[in-house]
């Protein structure tokens, strides 16, 4: 990293004593100035909304001096300490996001990060592993000491696979538990025995690296909970051909394990048990879906029973991991769930009180605060209206001073771009589908415009109207179409039974809840659906090939990135990564006939242009799915270059690690389209 460069970075990280949004003094003063005009009347390249934001996923440390953060530097996302003000030290750069401590194989990527205490982190680096020939997702822990900027491997040694945090310590020696598999072994693993099974706990300096046992392996157990003092207390196993499910439950240290729960759960609403112990461990949370949305309940630990709600959202579920303690964990800090937007609800007072005061200067629901200090003083909060990439802000509660830190995007800054808004239409058989519409700015008031469906991955994901990380409803408004992200069944955040009415639907009711779309934002003189095409990625790439081979009659044209075309290869790919279970739970239950329900094994069945993009190093969804359906395209004479197009990106992941790439994506997209489907 240059001199200048780090001395470029840092000035643009610190703008609220030039031109910032907001005017600097008390909070309760603060008057915001209009968003940027710039953009009004010009056209936004692609590669802008194809950037990495300039600081993503920000964690402030216990002292209120220092963020960990991600960081765009030349492209590439980095991971970095910098000091909270300026005046107080250099910026720390730790890692690319996208490479591990020892080795680059396959799709390895920064999982995430968080601070022990002011000096001490903890950082997580995932990929998908290849061991013994059989696919799994790969944890790997590793301490950081930023003060002696000494990186240390964290239960390494010996540990296999989906290492796992249990607690951190919150004062005295930095510590933490990991849940490990703690062989050595060579040759072919075998997948159904308790080699790869059976964790121990092991409590690990974050200094030295050393670490004593904490909790044996047993053979019964499959995966450990900790409560907030560090005492582990529950322990699970799950049987990968069953799916049943035990649960063992102990009342402290010198207590012994007491089995709670034997059976098989239903699979979209899971097993109550404790979620969220405080301080003292007599008090604990869970968050279930008892009433078929997840919500927050207090526990009984002497009943092993759900007690009272505590925090729920009508019509939608919180977070499955959305409810937090504070920073000494004596009490519940707030809920995190997903409607139109991202929320937090806070029970902790102070920043209840400080959410509200920020609305009063931001507007309702344009404020998120994303990390504090341990005491609540240094509140780092970003800002966006719908439409709008966001500005970080600093508002240290003490002083009352109030400023703008960067915007996530240097170049857009804070331009409000193509409107967003939250719409529900009616699917076929009557049911309501909540979508995210995005209209092209420089079309306002024209009638009959080009669409793009575009739906999310997953497909247990959701959209929302925050933001798009990826810029591509964004990109695609700015090229002149209208964009609409339907949350079709499936998607996650309306309940269980939304999320169960996924199973045997695959390109059949899930793909008609995409097509249904057109006739109802046609009906309204929106769109022309004449001129519609679709766009998606992972589950989004199987939908549009699907449409392509099913649909052709509504689309003009399909973009399939990262898809699944071949169900039945891919059930064969997933099964020793999930078990005979997961795999039937999950892509099994796609459809009662994977045959049918797999576009690429139809492929003389497309009638529409396609574009199929595919990464090299992609282990989620594998090369061959497209590589397959390529070969079977041109075997039923299908010409490339006119009835499919091909762009497989080498050094690309099913996650989009690389900038290059994304740009290369909509570069490729925006070509595509104004062939097919021009503006």
Not at 4 to 20: I, P
Not at 173 to 202: K, Q
Not at 485 to 501: L, M
Not at 510 to 517: G, I, R, T, V, Y
């Amino acid at each position: 990293m240059t001199r200048t460069f780090r001395a470029k970075l840092m000035a643009g990280f610190y703008l609220a004593g030039s031109a910032a949004a907001l005017v600097v003094g008390p909070a309760s003063q603060a008057q915001v100035t209009p968003p940027t005009t710039e953009w009004a009347d010009k056209t936004i390249p692609i590669d802008t909304f194809a950037r990495f934001p300039l600081i993503s996923q920000p964690r402030m440390s216990p002292d209120g001096k220092w963020l960990a953060t991600r960081i765009r530097a030349n492209g590439e996302q980095l991971l970095a300490i910098v000091p909270v003000h300026p005046e107080d030290g250099k910026i720390q750069f730790i890692a690319r996001s996208n490479e591990a401590a020892s080795d680059k194989q396959d799709d390895r990527q920064l999982y995430g990060y968080h601070w022990v205490d002011s000096d001490h982190l903890v950082i997580v680096y995932t990929a998908r592993d290849n061991i013994g020939g059989g696919w799994f997702d790969n944890y790997r822990y590793i301490g950081y000491n930023r003060a002696t900027k000494v990186t240390t491997g964290l239960g390494t040694d010996l540990g296999v696979g989906q290492t796992r945090e249990l607690w951190s310590s919150r004062s005295g020696r930095p510590h933490i538990l990991l849940e490990r598999r703690p062989y050595d072994f060579s040759g072919e693993m075998d997948f159904s025995t308790e080699l790869i099974n059976n964790p121990e706990v092991i409590d690990v300096d974050l200094d030295t690296g050393k670490y004593s046992v904490a909790m044996k392996q047993n053979p019964s157990v499959q995966s450990w909970t900790a409560d907030a003092d560090g005492v582990v207390r529950i322990g699970t196993s799950s049987d990968r051909e069953t799916g049943r499910v035990k649960l063992y439950y102990r009342g402290g240290a010198d207590q012994p394990l007491k089995l709670i729960f034997d059976g098989v759960p239903d699979r979209y609403a899971g097993v109550a048990v404790p979620d969220i112990f405080l301080a003292g461990g007599k008090k604990a949370y869970v968050i279930s879906r008892q009433d078929g949305f997840r919500a927050l309940y207090d526990y009984d630990l002497a009943t092993m029973k759900l007690g009272k709600k505590v925090f729920g959202v009508p019509g939608y579920d919180i977070d499955e991991d959305g409810a937090a303690t504070t920073f000494d964990r004596a009490g519940l800090l707030g809920v995190r769930y997903t409607s139109d937007r991202e929320h937090w609800a806070y029970f902790d007072p102070r920043l209840k009180e400080i959410q509200a005061v920020l609305e009063k200067s931001f507007g309702q629901g344009n404020v998120m605060i994303a990390t504090t200090d341990a005491k609540r003083e240094m509140i780092l909060f970003r800002v966006a209206r719908l439409g709008q990439a966001e500005s970080w802000y600093l508002f240290d509660t003490v002083s009352g001073s109030i400023g703008r830190m960067t915007y996530a995007n240097d170049t857009l800054k804070d331009a409000v771009l193509n409107p967003v808004s939250v719409v529900r239409y009616p699917a076929s058989d009557g049911k309501q589908i909540e979508a995210i519409l995005t209209m092209p700015r420089h079309r306002t008031g024209e009638k009959k415009l080009p669409l793009i469906v575009l739906p999310h991955g997953g497909p247990w994901a959701r959209d929302e109207a925050d933001w798009d990380v990826y810029g591509w409803a964004q990109s695609l408004a700015e090229m002149g179409y209208v964009v609409i992200q339907p949350n079709y069944r499936g998607s996650t955040g309306y309940g269980s039974d939304w999320e169960k009415a996924s199973e045997h639907s695959w390109g059949y009711r899930m793909q008609d809840d995409l097509n249904d779309a057109i006739p109802w934002l046609a009906q309204q003189g929106i769109v022309d659906p004449k001129r519609v095409c679709i766009f998606g990625w992972s589950y989004g790439g199987y939908a549009a090939s699907r449409a392509a081979e099913r649909d052709g009659d509504k689309y003009r044209c399909a973009i399939a990135g990262a898809g699944v075309h071949d169900l039945p290869a891919m059930v064969r790919y997933d099964k020793n990564y999930l078990g005979r279970y997961g795999a039937k739970a999950f892509l099994g239950s796609a459809s009662n006939d994977l045959i049918e329900a797999s576009p690429g094994l139809h492929p003389e069945k497309y009638t529409i242009p396609i574009l199929i993009v595919q990464g090299g190093k992609d282990t989620r969804v594998p090369p061959s799915q497209a590589r397959d359906l390529v070969a079977r395209l041109k075997k039923v004479g299908k010409v490339e270059g006119k009835d499919f197009f091909y762009v497989e990106q080498p050094l690309n992941t099913h996650h989009l690690l690389r900038e290059a790439d994304r740009v290369q994506l909509m570069q490729e997209v925006a070509k595509f389209l104004s062939r097919f489907n021009p503006a």
